[in-house]
């Protein structure tokens, strides 16, 4: 499980150990405990998730993401579930200080989720220059995971429960292009 955490690190977010709750994993160059918080309106909201992904019926928590790499300035994850909690859609979005760094930190990600074990690059060529999208399956849980390099930020949307098919990642990439849309219009925190 430890390393299925790792996979696409500030991309793909596990689901938190306790429902509702998130921690920060120490030892992985995660965000502090006491690292800053993005603003909750700079994750797009149930309905904007509801129009890709209509099983999403409530948003299961919100807080830091756990798993950002390296040394983000803020951070935010938010997990929308379907009703059960069988599927899940995470968004994350990282802010860094420099450009630089946001792209040494992502391309940490992409290179750490490369060695997963099971991960599989999903093709997407309409996808861009640095975005990078991914599957790994392991026992019965399949993640697909999308990270997006943006300026001083790194978009990551992950779903669970999902079969990677051309259509559910079709809607994976429309949604994490909602979620960029959303952080280029709204004013800088």
Do not use: C, W
């Not at 390393?3 to 502090?32: C, D, H, K, T």
């Not at 919100?62 to 909690?85: C, F, L, M």
Request: hydrophobic fraction near 40%; proline fraction near 7%.
């Amino acid at each position: 499980m430890k390393r299925l955490a790792i996979l696409f690190i500030a991309v793909i977010v596990m689901p938190p150990l306790v429902p509702g709750e998130q921690s920060p994993s120490p030892g992985n160059g995660g965000v502090s405990a006491l690292g800053a918080l993005l603003a909750r309106d700079l994750i797009i909201t149930l309905p904007a998730v509801r129009r890709f992904f209509p099983e999403a019926t409530q948003e299961m928590s919100t807080g830091q993401n756990a798993t950002a790499v390296r040394n983000p300035e803020a951070t935010r994850s938010v997990i929308y579930a379907s009703s059960d909690k069988s599927k899940k859609v995470t968004i994350s979005v990282d802010r860094y200080a420099t450009s630089s760094e946001a792209s040494a930190a992502y391309d940490e990600a992409v290179q750490k989720s490369r060695s997963v074990p099971g991960f599989k690059p999903v093709d997407a060529p309409n996808l861009g220059s640095h975005s990078f999208i991914g599957t790994v399956t392991q026992g019965t849980e399949t993640h697909i995971g999308l990270g997006a390099l943006r300026g001083t930020f790194i978009v990551g949307v992950t779903l669970v429960g999902y079969k990677p098919s051309a259509d559910t990642v079709a809607k994976l990439i429309s949604l994490a292009g909602e979620q960029e849309n959303a952080l280029r219009t709204a004013p800088r925190q």
